[in-house]
């Protein structure tokens, strides 16, 4: 469920009308609603009621400091990716003492930022980085607190590039080995065993991979618990959102009408089926949503420049692109897209929705099926509040687009464009050229 729906003729963002937002501040401008985001967070965490759990935001999806102070303030901690990511969460004025940090590649000095600033725990994803993490520990004189990514070898069931639990894959420590890297772990000085963790993919839309892997991991947690006094098990994030009728999802009726073998996996089916497996634990635990919160929660607005027809082909060219939003060019990801004024007289149009970029890649939709558009009319591409713009470039020196939080009938801009002196800014011409 969310709060885009068309008013009269005009798409809004709970009561803001985006026209008016696309006016205000220009395009291409990404647009949140946080009522969408406080919805999604309250009916994730009822669906695990009977457990003792905490949510853990993976502000990798969405790390824009106006989203993190409304995550903090309804009581989320936070998944960090980098350093980077914990220091957004400080400088949103967030504590990360309930916050953990994964990543196979952490370096020395993000070590030392989590140790210094306080985070709940590392998920450490490699025994060379358990090695790495006692030592920086120890040259700080503190227990580093940890808990080991296993990697349970499950499918997923979704794209291939955003699968991450089989042991292809670069994460985690294969489950197989992890009892032997636990013992390890125990007999380093400077580390303190505090849970387990897993994580196997993203976009998952059916909760059979996640039963497979929590039953993989779950004697394991057991184990630990029972030799080392873990206290918490972290299942992960994955939880996917409706991508195809992103709009009419917004609706409850959507959702009754979808036969009940097609339906979706939603919180309270992820709930049903996992709240039993990890009940006996007598384990808290941690999960670690992003697309979730924040996916349906946000739109990129863009504006129409041209509408080329080509030969037996229509081309719908917009000014925002695969720098702004990557999802359909990397992992040829569906957005529904849909005018900010629908007119329902006008006649409909199938286009490809291109970007000015100068790739082919560039491109939004293909063969869509739209109401006709024409130069300076807007649109919205739904469903782009997770991995939008935190996967923005300045590709084709285009600057990163700007950011606006709505709630109710208020909206503030909470990132501005970047102005083209800021994307030069810390670039300079070598003295040996003249
Ligand atoms: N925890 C860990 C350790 C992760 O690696 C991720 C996502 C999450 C949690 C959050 O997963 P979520 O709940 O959002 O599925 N850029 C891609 C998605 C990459 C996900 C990376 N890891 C996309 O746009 O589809």
Known sequence: ???FRYIGHNLHCESVDLAEVARLYGTPTYVYSAATMADNYTRLSKSLSGLDFQICFANKANANLGVLRHFANLGAAFDFASGGELRRVLAAGADVKRSVFAGVGKTEAEIVLALTSGIFAFHVESEPELARINHVAGKLGVKAPISIR???DVDALTHAKISTGKSEHKFGIPLRFAAAAYEAASKYPHVALRGVQMHIGSQITEVEPLVEAVEKVAPLAAELKAKF???YFSIGGGIGIVYRDALASGQAAWWEAQPADKRPMTPESYGAALVPLLKPLGLKVVLEPGRFLVGNAGVLLSRVEYL????GKNFLIVDAAMNDLV??????AFHEIVPLHRDTTRRSLVADVVGPVCETSDCFAKDR???????????????AGAYG???ASRYNARPLPAEVL?????FELVAARETFEQTIAGEKIPAFLG
Do not use: C
């Open 389 to 391: 713009r935190t996967m």
């Open 369 to 383: 099926s739209l109401q006709e558009l024409g130069e300076g009319e807007y649109l919205a591409i739904m469903s």
């Open 1 to 3: 469920m969310h709060h």
């Open 150 to 152: 296993v990697n349970p």
């Open 406 to 410: 709505v709630q109710g009938s208020a």
């Open 229 to 231: 006094g873990i206290t």
């Open 308 to 311: 080329k027809r080509g030969h």
């Open 327 to 332: 999802r359909p060019a990397m992992y040829d």
